[in-house]
């Protein structure tokens, strides 16, 4: 178990906290924090870069001059990737760039990202994240407390931190169950509930020990 500072929701420092999780600097692991953040982007590619064939281009049906006497090259259609209007040869198509995370993988990048921002001196586990839900008031106590580039994370998705997050431009609200290792590398600090904090490492230690 590992001993953690706790805040209030204004990020005053009122205590610590004990935690079922140990910060092991060595449990950090670049490569694997690197492969979930390649798979993370990968997935938010659209994929729809599309470009018509030759057998999708509409036309073509009549052969566009004779076959001889026009000292031209032979054409069968006018759809041809030769000819002017005509289809793109091995051009992009719709494609899915998903790429398959194992969960094993997911929680290892997990666990690291939290080690290293304790060790980072940039992990604030809050006691309870409560908020009137106006986005002042929110970016005021993060500017106070010198966290303007903050990830964070509630226990409950319908928690008003998140909503007064929303329209910040260096920081970002989510809940637990959609905690992202991208964004929480993409903000210099991690703000995160106790209870959610709590949830995090429950399943990072019940998956170590299966």
């Known amino acids: 178990m590992s001993s953690v500072d706790l805040y209030n929701s ?17 449990r950090v692991s670049v ?14 590619r659209q994929g ?37 209007g005509g289809g793109t040869v091995f051009g992009p198509t719709p494609r899915d760039y998903t790429q398959k995370v194992n969960k094993k993988v997911m929680n290892r990048a997990i666990e690291s990202v939290l080690i290293d921002k304790f060790n980072e001196g940039k992990l604030f586990v809050v006691d309870k994240l409560e908020s009137d839900g106006k986005t002042k008031t929110m970016f005021e106590n993060l500017k106070k407390a010198g966290l ?6 509630a226990k409950e998705k319908d928690n008003k931190a998140i909503l007064a997050s929303r329209n910040l431009k260096r920081a970002r609200g989510l809940a637990v169950e959609g905690f992202s290792v991208y964004e929480a590398l993409k903000y210099q600090n991690l703000i995160i509930e106790k209870d959610a904090l709590n949830a995090l490492t429950e399943r990072l230690v019940q998956k170590a020990g299966e």
């Open 10 to 26: 204004k990020l005053e420092k009122v205590g610590s906290e004990k935690v079922n999780f140990e910060f092991n600097l060595e």
């Open 31 to 44: 490569p694997v924090v690197h492969q979930v953040v390649k798979a993370t982007l990968a997935g938010r």
């Open 48 to 84: 729809t870069a599309c470009t018509k064939t030759k057998g999708l281009v509409s036309g073509g049906g009549a052969k566009p001059f004779k076959q001889k006497g026009t000292g031209r090259a032979r054409q069968g259609s006018n759809r041809s990737p030769l000819l002017r």
């Open 148 to 153: 303007d580039s903050s990830l964070i994370v």
